[in-house]
T-cell receptor
Framework: DTAVSQTPKYLVTQMGNDKSIKCEQN?????MYWYKQDSKKFLKIMFS???????INETVPNRFSPKSPDKAHLNLHINSLELGDSAVYFC???????????????FGEGSRLTVL | RKEVEQDPGPFNVPEGATVAFNCTYSNSASQSFFWYRQDCRKEPKLLMS???SGNEDGRFTAQLNRASQYISLLIRDSKLSDSATYLC??????????FGAGTQVVVTP
């Protein structure tokens, strides 16, 4: 069973469209993340949720809206897509132990978004 | 200036040789440090944590130099399967895990 799964794996769409990427983890972790990896391979954190609560919100356009219906799911909705949104979006999860995050993030396989 | 910086490489390494590379971080309050490995078109996976006293895992050795704010990774007896991009990750005082852009290693026969 895939520990962190995200769908779709590939997404090609036109500028101005709205799209969503879904993520689910079956590891029982309480923290989930969205990272963006651009063409220069720089992996940048976008959002982090802990038990459905938003705890990290980096400087991301408000066209990006995460939603966490429960601690096993973290979806990403993007409105009015722009060319610069083309990237690979990785979902990840981690577990805190006694308030300390061990640092091991488990990543999904990534969703490659291409905006034309 | 980026918070975590790495030499992008590529480091071309003959099979069996040793390769080492560093990662610098800007926030002196950073709390914990890691090396991740990312294969082409795959997700990153944790390679090893980096402890203050340095640590080894098989052919891989990680070091932390807090005074100069860098961590290093050394790979001994390189294998073809070591070809990948190695991402440095630093957890800052707010709990965020910040990644470098990665160092590409290419091991050649």
């Amino acid at each position: 069973d895939t520990a962190v799964s995200q769908t779709p794996k590939y997404l090609v769409t036109q500028m101005g469209n709205d799209k969503s990427i879904k993520c689910e983890q079956n590891l029982g972790h309480d923290t989930m993340y969205w990272y963006k990896q651009d063409s220069k391979k720089f992996l940048k954190i976008m959002f982090s949720y802990n038990n459905k609560e938003l705890i990290i919100n980096e400087t991301v356009p408000n066209r990006f809206s995460p939603k966490s219906p429960d601690k096993a799911h973290l979806n990403l909705h993007i409105n009015s897509l722009e060319l610069g949104d083309s990237a690979v979006y990785f979902c990840a999860s981690s577990q805190e132990t006694s308030g300390v995050n061990t640092g091991e993030l488990f990543f999904g396989e990534g969703s490659r978004l291409t905006v034309l | 200036r980026k918070e975590v910086e790495q030499d992008p490489g590529p480091f071309n390494v003959p099979e069996g040789a040793t390769v080492a590379f560093n990662c610098t971080y800007s926030n002196s309050a950073s709390q914990s440090f890691f090396w991740y490995r990312q294969d082409c078109r795959k997700e990153p996976k944790l390679l090893m944590s980096v402890y203050s006293s340095g640590n080894e895992d098989g052919r891989f050795t990680a070091q932390l130099n807090r005074a100069s704010q860098y961590i290093s990774l050394l790979i001994r007896d390189s294998k073809l399967s070591d070809s990948a991009t190695y991402l440095c990750a630093v957890r800052d005082s707010w709990g965020k895990l910040q990644f470098g852009a990665g160092t590409q290693v290419v091991v050649t026969p």
